[in-house]
């Protein structure tokens, strides 16, 4: 089992930044893949940016691409999201996703999962 606890979510303005962190609890994490996904107001949930354990190139959606930056540090546990450049469109709650090994984009494949951060971009 693994607990996944996502901080740093907050308001900010158009242009904005703000850093995600994604705590892991319960096993290792150095193991396990881990995304980050978002579901803003009536839409579906959707992949961010993740990488596989080794921690290799993270992947990025493409409307992220250039603005977010993901990493992690696997002795410390921990994942986090860089959000720079914000826009009104990354309004979403944001989740945190760990599973076995490789990295998906498909939500369906994580089995752990954080309660969620809201991240509110003002225009």
């Known amino acids: 089992q693994v607990q996944l606890v996502e901080s740093g979510g907050g308001l900010v303005q158009a242009g904005g930044s703000l850093r995600l962190s994604c705590t892991a609890s319960g096993r290792t994490f150095g193991s396990y893949a881990v995304g980050w996904f978002r579901q803003g107001p009536g839409k579906e949930r959707e992949f961010v940016a993740g990488?596989?354990?080794?921690?290799?190139?993270?992947n990025y959606a493409d409307s992220v691409k250039g603005r977010f930056a993901f990493s992690r540090d696997n002795a410390k546990n921990a994942a986090y999201l860089q959000m720079n450049s914000l826009k009104p469109e990354d309004t979403a709650v944001y989740y945190c996703?760990?599973?076995?090994?490789?990295?998906?984009?498909?939500?369906?494949?994580?089995?752990?999962w954080g309660q969620g951060t809201q991240v509110t971009v003002s225009s």
């Open positions: 996703a760990a599973k076995q090994f490789s990295m998906s984009r498909s939500g369906r494949d994580y089995a752990y």
């Open positions: 990488s596989s354990y080794s921690a290799a190139l993270p």
